[in-house]
Nanobody, 124 residues
């Protein structure tokens, strides 16, 4: 089982990036994105159920980021608009079964598989 994240890079504040995460070897009921900034704990960003019918966002990214899934490609995306310097972090995709607390309050427990991370740097 492997999750391969890509799409990170350097962007100016106000710009956009689209992250992708391709899963191989398994399909996941829940797929999500987390991030970890230097010196900070990992934090939840967004997550989606299989159908996309249930989606959660962290308050800090709501209305700026959009998570979506293409189940035919076993891929989850994170469209990030209006980026801010405080969005600078390594972004990780994760997948797992449906479990209690998989949304905004998640610290990552219950997500069984993780990608390698992709760095997003937003300059001011």
């Amino acid at each position: 089982v492997q999750l391969q994240a890509s799409g990170g890079g350097l962007v100016q504040a106000g710009g956009s990036l689209r992250l992708s995460c391709v899963a191989s070897g398994l399909t996941f009921s829940i797929m999500g994105w987390f991030r970890q900034a230097p010196g900070k704990e990992r934090e939840f960003v967004a997550a989606s159920s299989w159908s996309g019918g249930i989606i959660y966002y962290a308050d800090s990214v709501k209305a700026r980021f959009t998570i979506s899934r293409d189940n035919a490609k076993n891929t989850v995306y994170l469209q990030m608009n209006s980026l801010k310097p405080e969005d600078t972090a390594v972004y990780y995709c994760a997948g797992g079964p449906m479990h209690t607390g998989w949304g905004r309050s998640s610290k990552g427990a219950g997500y069984d598989y993780w990608g390698q991370g992709t760095l997003v740097t937003v300059s001011s």
